[in-house]
């Protein structure tokens, strides 16, 4: 009986301790500098937004933020290695559109689901836009338009199986008209056949097609968002116009699974400070990005029900595997 209690009364000393360590380990986090991992090249849109987000956590942290570029493969080698890191918290990662468009394809054994969410920084909706002089100034007449010229309507995007494809085939679904998708090396050059008159329109986010709105040389006639553009706001939702579309570019930070809560509560802690900065949303602005938080459990949820529209509309254009 002795015996027993004195193994019971080590055992429940042991697990203290381990308990006690463990706490430890984590309360002074970080004692390191950090890693954070960018699917996408340097000098990108994904790499500027996400080092300059890490200048203004450092000064919450007191560690250095070291972005690294793991690119290849559309993003999935990046990801791929956020995913795969030792969750200590020491490695976050940028996760991206792409995290939610290369599983249909079956380009990747992973999906959202094999992350931690920590929060969504930004979103670029589309915008459906048109030649100034075209015969349509509203959604509904583009769509009335359309459905008396089935096939005519030629929308260019940023190459197959791209977000922007993506876009113009879940709105051509969810209006039910037929249209011919132009694949170009990239938003622009399909914005600039757009201004040829070569193509009918383009689904692109609002940043890429400001400066020739703004000039008056193209139309929005829509956006994909719940509110309108802070830039143009005599533009409708989509939603507005009856057609029940939100689709956006987005943009956030993840863990791999299994970071203890703690960890994760101060990095959320850090990167919400760094996000709320005067200077992170100085440097937002000047670049076009539409800042748009999420905490964890939102960002989840957004993640959950994007990847649902992404399948659904890749398998619609016949982008998904089989």
Same mark, same amino acid.
């Given at each position: #009986?002795?015996?027993?209690?004195?193994?019971?009364?080590?055992?429940?000393?042991?697990?203290?301790?381990?308990?006690?360590?463990?706490?430890?380990?984590?309360?002074?986090?970080?004692?390191?500098?950090?890693?954070?991992?960018?699917?996408?090249?340097?000098?990108?849109? =994904?790499?500027?937004?996400?080092?300059?987000?890490?200048?203004?956590?450092?000064?919450?942290?007191?560690?250095?933020? =070291?972005?690294?570029?793991?690119?290849?493969?559309?993003?999935?080698?990046?990801?791929?290695?956020?995913?795969?890191?030792?969750?200590?918290?020491?490695?976050?990662? #940028?996760?991206?559109?792409?995290?939610?468009?290369?599983?249909?394809?079956?380009?990747?054994?992973?999906?959202?689901?094999?992350?931690?969410?920590?929060?969504?920084?930004?979103?670029?909706?589309?915008?459906?836009?048109?030649?100034?002089?075209?015969?349509?100034?509203?959604?509904?007449?583009?769509?009335?338009?359309?459905?008396?010229?089935?096939?005519?309507?030629?929308?260019?995007?940023?190459?197959?199986?791209?977000?922007?494809?993506?876009?113009?085939? +879940? #709105?051509?679904?969810?209006?039910?008209?037929?249209?011919?998708?132009?694949?170009?090396?990239?938003?622009?050059?399909?914005? =600039?056949? +757009? +201004?040829?008159?070569?193509?009918?329109?383009?689904?692109?986010?609002?940043?890429?097609?400001?400066?020739?709105?703004?000039?008056?040389?193209?139309?929005?006639?829509?956006?994909?968002?719940?509110?309108?553009?802070?830039?143009?706001?005599?533009?409708?939702?989509?939603?507005?116009?009856?057609?029940?579309?939100?689709?956006?570019?987005?943009?956030?930070?993840? +863990?791999?699974?299994?970071?203890?809560?703690?960890?994760?509560?101060?990095?959320?802690?850090?990167?919400?400070?760094?996000?709320?900065?005067?200077?992170?949303?100085?440097?937002?602005?000047?670049?076009?990005?539409?800042?748009?938080?999420?905490?964890?459990?939102?960002?989840?949820?957004?993640?959950?029900?994007?990847?649902?529209?992404?399948?659904?509309?890749?398998?619609?254009?016949?982008?998904?595997?089989?």
């Amino acid at each position: #009986m002795q015996r027993r209690t004195l193994v019971s009364a080590l055992t429940l000393a042991c697990f203290g301790l381990a308990t006690f360590s463990a706490s430890a380990q984590t309360s002074d986090f970080p004692k390191k500098p950090i890693t954070v991992i960018c699917p996408w090249a340097a000098g990108g849109g =994904t790499d500027v937004l996400l080092r300059a987000l890490a200048r203004e956590a450092e000064k919450s942290l007191g560690q250095t933020i =070291t972005v690294v570029n793991q690119t290849g493969g559309g993003g999935a080698v990046g990801h791929n290695a956020i995913r795969a890191a030792t969750p200590d918290g020491y490695t976050v990662g #940028m996760i991206t559109f792409e995290l939610n468009s290369l599983p249909p394809q079956g380009l990747v054994p992973f999906t959202y689901k094999d992350f931690d969410p920590l929060m969504r920084i930004n979103v670029d909706p589309a915008a459906l836009t048109v030649k100034k002089d075209a015969p349509y100034n509203t959604l509904k007449e583009f769509v009335e338009y359309a459905k008396a010229h089935p096939g005519e309507i030629t929308i260019g995007n940023s190459a197959p199986g791209s977000v922007w494809h993506i876009a113009a085939g +879940l #709105m051509a679904e969810k209006t039910a008209i037929q249209v011919k998708h132009v694949p170009f090396d990239g938003a622009q050059p399909a914005v =600039t056949a +757009l +201004l040829g008159g070569h193509i009918k329109a383009v689904a692109v986010s609002v940043p890429e097609v400001r400066a020739q709105t703004q000039a008056g040389n193209l139309k929005i006639l829509g956006v994909m968002d719940t509110v309108r553009d802070e830039v143009f706001p005599n533009v409708p939702t989509f939603k507005e116009q009856g057609v029940d579309v939100e689709f956006y570019t987005w943009r956030g930070l993840g +863990l791999p699974k299994g970071v203890p809560a703690d960890v994760k509560a101060k990095l959320s802690d850090a990167f919400k400070k760094a996000f709320d900065s005067k200077d992170f949303k100085e440097f937002a602005a000047k670049a076009s990005l539409n800042l748009a938080y999420q905490n964890a459990t939102d960002f989840n949820k957004f993640l959950d029900q994007n990847y649902k529209d992404v399948d659904a509309v890749m398998k619609s254009l016949g982008l998904a595997k089989k």
